[in-house]
Structure formats: structure tokens, C-alpha cells
């Protein structure tokens, strides 16, 4: 159980385009959902906090007009980037809670890469 | 300010020893501790967790100890096997409105055959 689904795996975009990325949870529903954003040899850092109903939380220092964040329903999460630039590149991953204190479970990424 | 630190970037092992990581803390807050493995390109996979009130966890291969005094963590894998080898997180949360997970900056393990 607890299966995060994240599509794309991969996508190239040319700089000034925008694109999104889907979060699915796909046995369970999650009122939250988070996306992580991952720099080569770092850490996994949380760029917001997704909350279905409402407006995400943003970390400090994450853009909220450049990353947008919908959260639809209980199981769809979606992280839009807009008018991409080559340092947005990186490996973009959400995570599901399925309730309370309980495992963050991840999708498998997407790999975004802006030329 | 990194909250969740992981002190060694890699480590190997030879196969069939003892893997030990480390991971230490700041925040006194935290009250929920979790492991994850993951390879490249892929979202982390879950592995095993512990909360403050306990301060040890065995699954299979896998033992987390928690010493909350000295804020610190490791997870023992025996015996280590080659598929063993990927990168492992620690990330820690407490309840603040929300569940907020932080992540460690992670250790590579290297298991040799």
C-alpha cells in the first residue's frame, strides 16, 4: 500500500516555458502532500507544503509565484513551473502522508531539464 | 541552519559486515525519526522509523537506535549485502500545524563483494 504515483519521469523545456508536474496518491488520500526538490550530491529540500482545499505553503527562500502548487483533490497534488530557467533543472519529487504519524511515502521524480 | 545532519558523506563496508550510519540532530522538537534509501534517479524508499518514546527499532537486517539525549541516531544493517549500496537519508518531523520532514544530507554506502 501507501503508492505515490509522479508523472513525468523526465522532461526537457525550453527556457520561458512552463511546466507541470503531477502527484498522484494512489491507495490512499492525502490531505497533504509535499514537494522536495533535489540538487546533485544534496539533500532533499522541501519547497512547500501542499494542503488540499487550500494554498500551499511555501518554504522560505521557494518562490510561490514561480512554483505553483494545486492540490485539487485528495489524491492529486500538481507543481507548475513557470517561465522555466536552466538553474530551475533539477530533480523535483512530491510525498504523501497517509495520516498521521506516519512514513512519508515519495514518488519517483521527475528529472526537469531546461535548455 | 541544517537541522538534521548526516556527518559522514560515504562509508563503505566489506559484504556480510555490520553498516552503522549517523545521523545527529538540533531541533528537541522532533519526535519522529525515519530512515530512507534511495538510488539515483528515484524517490526515496522508506525503510524503517522510530519514535522518541522508544529508543530502539528492528526490522530484518535493519535496527535504528535513537539516543535523545545526545540527539543522535544510526541505523545498523547485518549483514550488509551489495544491494545495500544506494543513498541513504535520515529525516526527522514533529507536529507544528502540520507534519514538516526534514531530511538529512545523506550517506553513500558502498558495499563491497
Known amino acids: 500500500g501507501a503508492v505515490v504515483s509522479q508523472h513525468p519521469s523526465w522532461v526537457i523545456c525550453k527556457s520561458g516555458t512552463s511546466v507541470k508536474i503531477e502527484c498522484r496518491s494512489l491507495?490512499?488520500?492525502?490531505?497533504?502532500m509535499f514537494w522536495y526538490r533535489q540538487f546533485p550530491k544534496q539533500s532533499l529540500m522541501l519547497m512547500a507544503t501542499?494542503?488540499?482545499?487550500?494554498?500551499?505553503?511555501?518554504e522560505q527562500g521557494v518562490e510561490k509565484d514561480k512554483f505553483l502548487i494545486n492540490h485539487a483533490s485528495l489524491t492529486l497534488s500538481t507543481l507548475t513551473v513557470t517561465s522555466a530557467h536552466p538553474e530551475d533543472s533539477s530533480f523535483y519529487i512530491c510525498?504523501?502522508?497517509?495520516?498521521?504519524?506516519?512514513?512519508?511515502?515519495f514518488g519517483n521524480g521527475t528529472r526537469l531539464t531546461v535548455t | 541552519d541544517q537541522q538534521v545532519k548526516q556527518n559522514s558523506p560515504s562509508l563503505s563496508v566489506q559484504e556480510g559486515r555490520i553498516s552503522i550510519l549517523n545521523c545527529d540532530y538540533t531541533?528537541?522538537?522532533?519526535?519522529?525519526f525515519l530512515w530512507y534509501k534511495k538510488y539515483p534517479a528515484e524517490g526515496p524508499t522508506f525503510l524503517i522509523s522510530?519514535?522518541?518514546?522508544?529508543d530502539k527499532n528492528e526490522d530484518g537486517r535493519f535496527t535504528v537506535f535513537l539516543n535523545k539525549s545526545a540527539k543522535h541516531l544510526s541505523l545498523h544493517i547485518v549483514p550488509s549485502q551489495p544491494g545495500d549500496s544506494a543513498v541513504y537519508f535520515c529525516?526527522?518531523?514533529?507536529?507544528?500545524?502540520?507534519?514538516?520532514?526534514?531530511f538529512g544530507t545523506g550517506t553513500r554506502l558502498k558495499v563491497l563483494a
Open positions: 510525498s504523501a502522508r497517509d495520516g498521521g504519524e506516519s512514513p512519508l511515502h
Open positions: 491507495d490512499f488520500q492525502a490531505t497533504t
Open positions: 501542499s494542503n488540499e482545499g487550500s494554498k500551499a505553503t511555501y
Open positions: 531541533n528537541s522538537m522532533f519526535d519522529y
Open positions: 522510530i519514535s522518541s518514546i522508544k
Open positions: 529525516a526527522a518531523t514533529y507536529y507544528s500545524g502540520t507534519y514538516k520532514y526534514i
